[in-house]
């Protein structure tokens, strides 16, 4: 009866660890069906709109939705002026206004300008690019800021924080949002024109 009763516990750990990993992918699954949706629906509006602060207005909106993030900021990157102007906010009740500026000098993102590279930090304490206190403001000590280009030129820097999940931003939410910010990429070319022909009329 015990060697019937232990084999019997071991079943039921065993089927009970099975139904968890199930869980588990079906979650996965279910995640990665909303970022294909996600990505649909953005490229949908991108398509429609020659306004370079709605495109990555609706990118934002969908890039914090599938990472999770609660806050967000958009930066449009002024280079003969070493600034960026501040384009959309989200998620801070005193957070920065629209039309702003920021000198990038001085600014954690000017590393994504540089480097034309995502900057994913999972520590700002500790990691050796940064190395300051967190703003309890944000969240976690972890953000992802996203470098958009146009034709090999950073144009825009798309940053996250203070996921839903108290988790830290990972090379997941890197890839995923590489390729929203790739799907429009097009999109925000045309825009770009559009602008500059608007301009010089």
């Given at each position: 009866m015990q060697k019937d009763t232990?084999?019997?516990?071991?079943?039921?750990?065993?089927f009970n660890n099975l139904?968890?990993?199930?869980?588990?992918t079906n979650r996965e699954l279910q995640h990665r069906v909303f970022e294909l949706f996600a990505i649909k629906e953005l490229t949908e509006i991108a398509s429609k709109s020659l306004d370079i602060d709605d495109i990555l207005n609706s990118?934002?909106?969908?890039?914090?939705?599938v990472t999770?993030?609660?806050?967000?900021?958009?930066?449009m990157v002024e280079s003969e002026k070493k600034r960026f102007r501040v384009i959309a906010s989200?998620?801070?009740k005193t957070g920065l206004k629209k039309d702003s500026y920021i000198n990038i000098n001085e600014s954690l993102e000017q590393f994504v300008v540089s480097d034309k590279k995502p900057l994913l930090v999972q520590n700002i304490e500790t990691d050796s690019r940064t190395k300051k206190p967190n703003d309890p403001k944000y969240g976690p000590p972890s953000f992802l800021s996203m470098p958009i280009l146009v034709r090999d030129d950073v144009i825009a820097v798309l940053n996250l924080s203070h996921k839903e999940t108290k988790q830290v931003f990972d090379s997941k939410?890197?890839?995923?949002?590489?390729?929203?910010?790739?799907?429009?990429?097009?999109a925000l070319e045309n825009a770009q024109l559009h602008s500059q022909a608007v301009e010089h009329t």
């Open positions: 232990a084999e019997l516990h071991e079943i039921t750990v065993s139904i968890e990993k199930f869980r588990d990118l934002m909106e969908k890039a914090m939705a999770k993030a609660q806050i967000g900021s958009l930066y989200r998620g801070l939410d890197e890839h995923i949002l590489s390729i929203m910010i790739g799907e429009i990429g097009f």
